[in-house]
């Protein structure tokens, strides 16, 4: 038996204290709540806080944050999961078919991606936001978010970069108003955007990461760029980490801002090993 997961002949654990070790729901007393409030679902029937999970059961989350769907693969035993396993307890599955009650996704992803080619002639500047939405989607997952709408984020928060790049007290508004006037209503997605071009103090976990990917992309592609083999697939941590501490190196790339990730629970290690990582998975796309 791994050291922490359950044995065979005890493959059940109450819902909340599931929901706490797997990190979907960072702490207990929040998971539990989750639970009383209605939000948590097992197998599509709503579950109290000590509802058995078993391995192969589906749990959605709908919360007020986002709608997210998982498999569970294993439960743990112990009464502390190391973060590398708790991300493999479950799987996730991703958005059910039907519409949250609570969020409604207005546009895919090809069609914010058709939008912003249509917008942004420069390509180079394309190619940032699809590494942006790239990490957003991986930061979504890593923090039990829905990946789509944080990918939605990520796709479109420069939007009017080409309309507002000499005037940056519009930068962000001027996206919010179009986005707007097309129906697309997600406010969470919005106030991303709005955030990211300092027009609103960050609050939300999106809004957060939003921040702290937006320099680390073009960081990570300066990284490739002076990297001998110009490729993602040639860098690892360690250069990034080097390259990270030369403050004259992508000095455009605030590291202040990079380093924000420690505001979502993540070290900056874990979170420019994320990016990399997501980066690396669109790298056709980004030529690199
Ligand atoms: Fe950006």
């Known amino acids: 038996m791994l050291l922490g997961i359950a044995s065979p002949y005890k493959l059940k654990v109450r819902a909340d204290k ?10 207990r007393r929040y998971a539990k709540e989750a639970c009383d409030r209605g939000y948590v679902f097992i197998n599509g029937k709503r579950a109290k806080p000590s509802e ?15 709608r997210v769907e998982v498999e569970v693969l294993e439960v743990p035993d112990g009464k502390s999961v190391s973060k590398e396993k708790s991300a493999k307890l479950y799987r996730v599955i991703g958005m059910p078919s039907a519409p949250s009650s609570l969020y409604n996704i207005s546009m895919t992803r090809d069609q914010a991606l058709a939008l912003i080619k249509s917008s942004v002639p420069n390509k180079n500047l394309v190619k940032h936001m699809i590494a942006c939405a790239a990490c957003m989607r ?3 997952l890593r923090h039990g978010y829905d990946p789509d709408r944080w990918e939605l984020a990520g796709l479109l928060h420069d939007l009017d970069v080409a309309e507002t790049s000499e005037d940056f007290a519009k930068h962000g508004i001027v996206a919010v108003q179009r986005l707007r006037a097309m129906g697309f209503g997600d406010e969470e997605v919005l106030n991303a955007i709005l955030a990211h071009a300092e027009k609103k103090p960050l609050e939300t976990p999106m809004e957060r990461a939003l921040y702290a990917v937006d320099p680390t992309t073009g960081f990570i592609v300066a990284c490739a760029l002076m990297h001998p083999t110009k490729t993602l697939a040639g860098l690892d941590l360690e250069f990034l980490k080097k390259r990270f501490k030369e403050r004259r190196f992508a000095a455009g ?29 669109v790298a056709p796309e980004l030529g690199l």
């Open 18 to 27: 599931f929901l706490q070790v797997s990190r979907l729901i960072k702490q």
């Open 138 to 140: 991986a930061m979504a």
């Open 253 to 281: 790339a605030s590291r202040e801002q990079m380093a924000s990730c420690e505001s979502l629970e993540m070290s900056l290690d874990e979170f420019l090993t994320l990016c990399l990582e997501a980066m690396r998975g």
């Open 52 to 66: 058995e999970v078993r391995p192969g059961d589906r749990i959605t989350l709908d919360l007020p944050s986002g």
